[in-house]
């Protein structure tokens, strides 16, 4: 993990990746590292029927306005948020 090398730094994004993989590592070690992906219903129940509790996160990402009025009142209640 020598990221110093004759007075020069990695990019940051360098720097992350390897925090994110030593991340990954701790937690696939203490058995907390997610799946990612299951194949049918049953394997995904299997999975969460042997954990204790389920933590989801989700990210807030941006969407068009509609432009038809109906829609526009169908997702939007017209207050703005602080």
């Known amino acids: 993990m020598a990221w110093f090398v004759a007075g020069t730094r990695p990019p940051l994004s360098a720097a992350r990746d ?9 937690l696939r070690r203490a058995d907390c590292l997610p ?3 299951f194949q049918s219903p049953a394997e995904l129940q299997c999975y ?3 954990r204790r509790a389920v933590l989801l996160a989700a990210t807030e ?3 068009q306005r509609p432009q038809e009025k109906a829609a526009q009142k169908a997702r939007y209640s017209g207050k703005k948020t602080k």
Do not use: N, P, Q, Y
């Open 48 to 50: 969460f029927s042997k």
């Open 18 to 26: 390897e925090g994110l993989d030593i991340l990954r590592a701790a």
């Open 61 to 63: 990402f941006a969407t």
């Open 35 to 37: 799946e990612r992906g």
